[in-house]
Structures are given as C-alpha cells and as structure tokens.
C-alpha cells in the first residue's frame, strides 16, 4: 500500500471529494486499520435492536430481570454488537465491496452494557484475485472490537468480493 492512503481526491481548483473504501490492490495481508469514531452504545440502541430482531430473551430489555442476573443490568444484544462493529469497519475494508461473503469465528469475549464506548480495528488476512470475476478480487479481515477501557469485546473474521481499481461503479460514473 501507498505510505498513506488518501481520503480526498482533488476534483477541481481548491474542490476535493471526500474518498472512502480501499480498492483490491490496496489491501495488504497484515496491514490493520483503527477504524474511528467510536461509539456508545445507549439503552435505547439494545432495546431498539431486540425489537427489531425479535430477540425475546429478558436479560436485553426487562432491567428488573436483569438485575437477578450475574450482570446486575442488561446485556446489549451481540448482533447488535456485531453489526456495530461492522458498521465502523465499513468505510475502509468495505466501501468498495461488491458483496460481503460471510462472516466466520465470531466470538463474543466480553460483556457489552449501555455507556460502553467501542472501537474497532481490522486486519487483512489474506486476500486473492477471483477466479470467475476479473475485475474483483476476494479479501479477508479480522475485525476485533474493544471498549474505552481497551477490553476485547468480540472478535470476528469476514470475507468480502473487492473491486479492483478502474473497474467500480464509482469510477465508471465519475462519481
């Protein structure tokens, strides 16, 4: 990868379009990346993401029952979290994908509670062109998730179909 990588390319005099997402020939196996801003989760993100789910399980949103649990409060949802986690890694390791491939050893390491504040980082594992399409290619991340406090809250891998370079529907539109 280039020494940095750029998030502005220059689209006229003093005029600068913001960039987001890496191409195929940027990842490099290695290479991690802090993905930033954080984010606090709130009650109403846990008890929002049960109702949307249908998650019917007491300890995310009946603080009563949860307060007779070894936890003493409500547990936010861990799809929530995967998908927050996620969500934040967008930007770079995903921008620019055709389709996410799957997600695999995702585990759950530690609690998350509303007020937690999380971050995450990814990884590149790997990545290979495609066989059956030519102008993508097949890159693999592990995404770890952390609160303010530095604590690993979950870990996962995903694989994703990239765009290389000149081929993205961003670049044949001028976009």
Same mark, same amino acid.
Do not use: C
């Given at each position: 990868? &280039?020494?940095?990588?750029?998030?502005?390319?220059?689209?006229?005099?003093?005029?600068?379009? &913001?960039?987001?997402?890496?191409?195929?020939?940027?990842?490099?196996?290695?290479?991690?990346?802090?993905?930033?801003?954080?984010?606090? %989760?709130?009650? /109403?993100?846990? %008890?929002?993401?049960?109702?949307?789910?249908?998650?019917?399980?007491?300890?995310?949103?009946?603080?009563?029952?949860?307060?007779?649990?070894?936890?003493?409060?409500?547990?936010?949802?861990?799809?929530?979290?995967?998908?927050?986690?996620? @969500?934040? +890694?967008?930007?770079?390791?995903?921008?620019?994908?055709?389709?996410?491939? @799957?997600?695999?050893?995702?585990?759950?390491?530690?609690?998350?509670?509303?007020?937690?504040?999380?971050?995450? &980082?990814?990884?590149?594992?790997?990545?290979?062109?495609?066989?059956?399409?030519? /102008?993508?290619? %097949?890159?693999?991340?592990?995404?770890? @998730?952390?609160?303010?406090?530095?604590?690993?809250?979950? +870990?996962?891998?995903?694989?994703?179909?990239?765009?290389?370079?000149?081929?993205?529907?961003?670049?044949?539109?001028?976009?």
């Amino acid at each position: 990868m &280039e020494e940095t990588v750029r998030a502005y390319r220059q689209v006229g005099p003093k005029r600068y379009r &913001e960039i987001s997402g890496l191409y195929y020939e940027d990842f490099e196996p290695g290479d991690t990346f802090e993905h930033r801003p954080g984010r606090t %989760i709130t009650n /109403t993100d846990n %008890i929002w993401m049960t109702l949307l789910t249908m998650n019917t399980q007491q300890v995310h949103f009946d603080a009563v029952y949860a307060a007779q649990t070894e936890w003493k409060k409500m547990l936010v949802d861990s799809t929530f979290t995967l998908a927050l986690l996620t @969500g934040m +890694s967008v930007r770079t390791v995903s921008a620019k994908a055709v389709a996410n491939l @799957g997600w695999d050893k995702v585990k759950a390491t530690h609690p998350v509670f509303a007020g937690d504040t999380l971050y995450a &980082e990814s990884t590149v594992l790997h990545k290979r062109e495609s066989k059956s399409r030519p /102008t993508q290619g %097949i890159v693999t991340v592990a995404t770890r @998730g952390v609160n303010q406090d530095g604590r690993g809250v979950m +870990s996962f891998e995903r694989t994703m179909l990239v765009y290389k370079r000149g081929h993205s529907p961003e670049q044949a539109a001028n976009y």
